[in-house]
């Protein structure tokens, strides 16, 4: 038999190789899907915390809103309760 036709003897060594380069691969497709999960999930959060700001906005303004007109409310009320003390003196006399 010449060395061309000869067959390799079974190497434990090359299963290995594989079985090490199989386990490897894996691993870098674990932990890019591991990086995109994470990703995904800051992109959420940064879309949850848009909304949450455009949402602090309105209750701000809203709040504002709700002062100026208590506000106006309290001059309106005190400007009746002068009018009221001035019928009032009115009337005692």
Avoid: C
Avoid at 2 to 17: A, H, M, N
Avoid at 58 to 84: P, W, Y
């Amino acid at each position: 038999m010449t060395s061309s036709q000869e067959k390799k003897p079974f190497s434990p060594s090359i299963v290995l190789q594989w079985l090490q380069l199989f386990v490897l691969t894996i691993g870098v497709a674990g932990f890019f899907t591991v990086l995109g999960s994470k990703n995904e999930a800051i992109n959420r959060t940064t879309a949850d915390l848009s909304e949450l700001k455009n949402i602090v906005q309105d209750l701000v303004k809203s709040q504002i809103t709700f002062a100026v007109n208590d506000g106006r409310h309290q001059e309106m009320l005190d400007d009746l309760r002068i009018r009221v003390f001035d019928l009032e003196k009115r009337s005692m006399k």
